[in-house]
Structures are given as structure tokens and as C-alpha cells.
């Protein structure tokens, strides 16, 4: 894998006429975990799309060495095309090398990805994620929709990305049980209400 790193300054946020997170800093290595803390609405799904260059920030800066893959609730799979010709079609075009099936869809392979149940469609994108050589993965809720066997599984899978020098940052409502794991709560970063007079 490529180096990486992530470098994040003084970053606002904003949707809309409402500046979600400001303030926000931390700089992400090999090897490195960030979970990206607090409760929903507060604005993770937006940072990380700042993150990926989806977003513009409204203020601060971000630099990125490596690249990024972001997994998000937008399932990046043709929902007409079975999943497994889905999944080979970003095989082929990140370059990637198969990485076996470590999330059970070698069964769905024939299964139209419309098809899929809310686990299948969230281990499909973990796969698509895995598969593709990014150094950087932008998880958003990650663990949402999987019972508590492929939720580890999906973090074990993290784990050995981060041992082979990529880096994590994951946005979660929800506990994670990742080894040196950096926690940023969110809610500091979340700017005081205007006092009106």
C-alpha cells in the first residue's frame, strides 16, 4: 500500500444556512483509527463527504496523501446488474485484487442488487470498500444494519486494513471495538447557539 496520511485544520462544515461542525482538527497516519462520535444529525455523514471532496469545506483545510474510498448509505452497485458482476465491474475499474469473499456473498453472486436485504447491501459495500486499494476509508455507520457476527467481522476487516499501513475514519452512533481507537466527539465542534437579544 502507498503511503497516507490525512490532515485536517480548522474544518467548518456546513448544510444549508447552518454550519454544522467547527474547529474540527486531528491528523490521520499508517496504521491509524478515528471514530467520529456523536449522535445522528449532528453532522458525521457530512464531514466525511467533506473528506472525500463530495463537500466543500466552509472553512479550514484538508489534505489528503493516498487515496480515499468512501462507504456511505449510497451503495455504490448497479442495482440491476447481479452483485457479483456489480462487484467485478469496481474490481476492474480500481484495479483491485480479488480480496476472497470475507463478508458470505459468493451465495448472492446471481442476486440482483436491488434484491439485496439492508445487511446484504451494507457487507456489498464493505466489499466494494475492501476491494478497492484506498489507503484512506471514510466509513459512514458502518456497522448499521449487520447483527453482531458480521458487525465483527466487518471490524476485523478494518483492523487488517489499518496492519497493512491504511487508515480508518469511521462516523458512528455506535460503539466500536477497535484497538487504539482516537474517539473525536463531535459535539465539541458544534458551535454555540447565536444569543439573540
Given at each position: ?21 467547527r ?10 483509527a ?15 463527504r ?50 476472497g469473499?470475507?463478508f ?37 455507520e458502518?456497522?448499521n ?14 483492523e ?38
Amino acid at each position: 500500500m502507498q503511503p497516507c496520511r490525512l490532515t485536517v485544520d480548522d474544518l467548518a462544515c456546513r448544510r444549508g444556512d447552518r454550519v454544522l461542525v467547527r474547529g474540527l482538527r486531528f491528523v490521520a497516519g499508517p496504521g491509524d483509527a478515528l471514530h467520529l462520535a456523536g449522535p445522528n444529525g449532528i453532522g458525521k455523514s457530512s464531514v466525511l463527504r467533506v473528506l472525500a471532496g463530495l463537500m466543500r469545506a466552509y472553512a479550514g483545510r484538508v489534505e489528503a496523501i493516498g487515496t480515499i474510498a468512501l462507504s456511505d448509505e449510497r451503495l455504490p452497485l448497479d442495482g440491476h446488474r447481479p452483485l457479483g458482476q456489480a462487484l467485478a465491474f469496481w474490481r476492474r475499474i480500481d484495479g483491485a485484487v480479488d480480496t476472497g469473499d470475507r463478508f458470505g456473498l459468493d451465495d448472492l453472486a446471481d442476486v440482483p442488487v436491488r434484491y439485496l436485504s439492508t445487511g446484504q447491501r451494507k457487507r456489498a459495500g464493505l466489499a466494494a470498500l475492501a476491494a478497492s486499494g484506498a489507503g484512506i476509508w471514510l466509513l459512514d455507520e458502518p456497522l448499521n444494519g449487520l447483527d453482531p457476527h458480521w458487525a465483527g467481522i466487518a471490524q476485523s476487516v478494518i483492523e487488517a486494513h489499518r496492519a497493512g499501513g491504511g487508515i480508518a475514519v469511521i462516523a458512528s452512533h455506535q460503539p466500536l471495538a477497535l484497538a487504539q481507537l482516537a474517539v473525536v466527539s463531535l459535539l465539541d465542534h458544534v458551535p454555540a447557539p447565536d444569543i439573540l437579544p
